[in-house]
């Protein structure tokens, strides 16, 4: 069973920044394809980022273009989201998911999806 670990949320001021790990476990056939989502309090989730299985494909919503950054070591089993500049409104729970396919792509929906981590609590405020 494929398992996934958020670690990295914490408070930040406005303009700051953090790095966001998710690690896998458990996948024995072939490395997942990873995306971020995140929810904001009263909100529905929404996608923020996601990676291919090899790195080489890589997509972010609008609103983080330019400020987040994802990345990936599969040796490591780790998926990181550099985030910069961050702004209250990325206040929210950030969760990773994954999709373990034959193929390499970057998912961008929640129903795509097929495993989730528990989230971590990401909270910008002066």
């Known amino acids: 069973q494929l398992q996934l670990v958020e670690s990295g949320g914490g408070l930040v001021q406005p303009g700051g920044s953090l790095r966001l790990s998710c690690t896998a476990s458990?996948?024995?056939?072939?490395?997942?394809?990873i995306g971020w989502f995140r929810q904001a309090p009263g909100k529905e989730r929404e996608a923020v980022s996601c990676?291919?299985?090899?790195?080489?494909?890589?997509n972010y919503a609008d609103s983080v273009k330019g400020r987040f950054t994802i990345s990936r070591d599969n040796a490591k089993s780790t998926v990181y989201l550099q985030m910069n500049n961050l702004k209250p409104e990325d206040t929210a729970v950030y969760y990773c998911?994954?999709?373990?396919?034959?193929?390499?792509?970057?998912?961008?929906?929640?129903?795509?999806?097929?495993?989730w981590g528990k989230g971590t609590l990401v909270t910008i405020s002066s």
């Open positions: 998911a994954a999709r373990v396919t034959s193929y390499d792509m970057c998912i961008m929906t929640s129903s795509g999806m097929r495993n």
């Open positions: 458990g996948f024995t056939l072939d490395y997942p394809n």
């Open positions: 990676i291919s299985k090899s790195g080489s494909s890589t």
